[in-house]
C-alpha cells in the first residue's frame, strides 16, 4: 500500500510544475521591464530576418539556392545560373545527372547508343551566359 501512495504521490508532482513560458507575445511583468526586439516595418529598407542565424530547408530546385544563402548577407535579386543538358537518348536530363557531362570526371557521362546522337547543353537564370571559347569532347564507340 505504501508503494502505490508513494507512486501516486510522485505522479501528481509535475501537475504543480512552474509554468516558464505564458506563450508567444506575453511578456511576465512589467512592460516597461521589456527590453527584447520588437519588429517595425519598414517598406524602404530590405532586412534580412535570418542574417547570421540558423537556416533549414527541406528541399530546393537548384542546389545553388541553399538556406544558406539567406545568411550570410549578400543581397542579390538575379536569379542565379544553372546548366540544362538535353541529350538524342534521354531528352532533358534529370537534376542529379545534368553536370555529368561537364564535371571532368570520366566515370561519370552521358551515355548513348546509336548512330546519330547529340548533347545539347545550355545556360539558364538571369543575365547572360558565360563566355565559352574552348570544348573537349572524349567520346568512344564500342
Given at each position: 500500500?505504501?508503494?502505490?501512495?508513494?507512486?501516486?504521490?510522485?505522479?501528481?508532482?509535475?501537475?504543480?510544475?512552474?509554468?516558464y513560458t505564458l506563450g508567444?507575445?506575453?511578456?511576465?511583468?512589467?512592460?516597461?521591464?521589456?527590453?527584447?526586439?520588437?519588429?517595425?516595418?519598414?517598406?524602404?529598407?530590405?532586412?534580412?530576418?535570418?542574417?547570421?542565424?540558423?537556416?533549414?530547408?527541406?528541399?530546393?530546385?537548384?542546389?545553388?539556392?541553399?538556406?544558406?544563402?539567406?545568411?550570410?548577407?549578400?543581397?542579390?535579386?538575379?536569379?542565379?545560373?544553372?546548366?540544362?543538358?538535353?541529350?538524342?537518348?534521354?531528352?532533358?536530363?534529370?537534376?542529379?545527372?545534368?553536370?555529368?557531362?561537364?564535371?571532368?570526371?570520366?566515370?561519370?557521362?552521358?551515355?548513348?547508343?546509336?548512330?546519330?546522337?547529340?548533347?545539347?547543353?545550355?545556360?539558364?537564370?538571369?543575365?547572360?551566359?558565360?563566355?565559352?571559347?574552348?570544348?573537349?569532347?572524349?567520346?568512344?564507340?564500342?
Amino acid at each position: 500500500m505504501f508503494r502505490v501512495s508513494l507512486s501516486f504521490l510522485a505522479a501528481l508532482l509535475p501537475l504543480g510544475a512552474q509554468q516558464y513560458t505564458l506563450g508567444v507575445g506575453v511578456y511576465p511583468g512589467d512592460p516597461k521591464q521589456n527590453f527584447a526586439p520588437s519588429f517595425r516595418v519598414d517598406s524602404t529598407t530590405y532586412r534580412n530576418l535570418a542574417l547570421h542565424r540558423a537556416a533549414y530547408q527541406s528541399s530546393s530546385y537548384d542546389y545553388n539556392l541553399t538556406a544558406q544563402l539567406i545568411t550570410d548577407g549578400i543581397v542579390e535579386t538575379k536569379l542565379p545560373h544553372w546548366v540544362v543538358v538535353s541529350t538524342s537518348e534521354h531528352g532533358v536530363v534529370a537534376k542529379h545527372e545534368r553536370e555529368n557531362v561537364l564535371d571532368h570526371n570520366w566515370p561519370t557521362s552521358a551515355d548513348m547508343r546509336g548512330a546519330d546522337v547529340w548533347v545539347d547543353m545550355g545556360f539558364l537564370g538571369s543575365g547572360a551566359a558565360p563566355e565559352v571559347d574552348r570544348v573537349d569532347i572524349d567520346a568512344s564507340a564500342p
